[in-house]
Nanobody, 122 residues
Framework: QVQLVESGGGLVQPGGSLRLSCAAS????????IGWFRQVPGKEREGVSC????????HYANSVKGRLTISRDNAKNTVYLQMNSLKPEDTAVYYC???????????????WGQGTQVTVSS
């Protein structure tokens, strides 16, 4: 069964850090672009970052540039999102997803995880 499972979310104070993980089962991440998205209830889903299958291309949304770092370990079939200098406006459910084509348009993504909640609050 094809699955993406996110972990690492939680409650953190403003300025703090979290590392999200996206683990794949039932398929190999080697051939896929992996994207991270986030969504707040009542708002549209926002693309945060994506990384190409080999890791040679990376893109960040302007809202997170300089604070978030995406990386992948294909040997572990896992992609990471290191989140530093977190702000209250980063609060959302974070999803990882897999696509064949590079880019952050969510229509490209064929496999989705169930999401992990990130809450930034004092």
């Amino acid at each position: 069964q094809v699955q993406l499972v996110e972990s690492g979310g939680g409650l953190v104070q403003p300025g703090g850090s979290l590392r999200l993980s996206c683990a794949a089962s039932g398929f190999s991440l080697d051939d896929y672009v992996i994207g991270w998205f986030r969504q707040v209830p009542g708002k549209e889903r926002e693309g945060v970052s994506c990384i190409s299958s080999s890791g040679d291309k990376i893109h960040y949304a302007n809202s997170v540039k300089g604070r978030l770092t995406i990386s992948r370990d294909n040997a572990k079939n896992t992609v990471y999102l290191q989140m530093n200098s977190l702000k209250p406006e980063d609060t959302a459910v974070y999803y990882c997803a897999a696509a064949v084509l590079y880019g952050l348009a969510d229509g490209k993504y064929v496999y989705w995880g169930q999401g992990t909640q990130v809450t930034v609050s004092s």
